[in-house]
Nanobody, 121 residues
Framework: QVQLIESGGDVVRAGGSLRLSCATSGRPSGYNYAWFRQAPGKDREFVARITWTNSVENYANSVKDRFAIARENAKNTVYLQMNSLKPEDTAVYFC???????????????WGRGTQVTVSS
């Protein structure tokens, strides 16, 4: 089992940057880790994933070239570096862990409670 705690959410102006952190505990080895986000009134959507094997990275088209996911095994932490933020990036951001190969919500079994990111125009 894995416990996930997100941090780093804040209010930032458009064009700014934030780095989100996801602290993992329990038995965090061997899982793929991902970030999802959910805006008010919308479904939870995939943002980025890093696989346990070979650290392969995948991104949603809407964040590609602006966001970067990384994993620091020594600190049991997964990061999401967000640059060139836009108002449409405003959402609650969730960290997730799972062992399936897909990137849909149902492919991840462990979830954090989320951290709020607000981007003002």
């Amino acid at each position: 089992q894995v416990q996930l705690i997100e941090s780093g959410g804040d209010v930032v102006r458009a064009g700014g940057s934030l780095r989100l952190s996801c602290a993992t505990s329990g038995r965090p080895s061997g899982y793929n880790y991902a970030w999802f986000r959910q805006a008010p009134g919308k479904d939870r959507e995939f943002v980025a994933r890093i696989t346990w094997t070979n650290s392969v990275e995948n991104y949603a088209n809407s964040v590609k070239d602006r966001f970067a996911i990384a994993r620091e095994n020594a600190k049991n932490t997964v990061y999401l570096q967000m640059n060139s933020l836009k108002p449409e990036d405003t959402a609650v951001y969730f960290c997730a862990a799972g062992w399936r190969s897909g990137i849909s919500v149902s492919d991840f079994v462990y979830w954090g409670r989320g951290t709020q990111v607000t981007v003002s125009s």
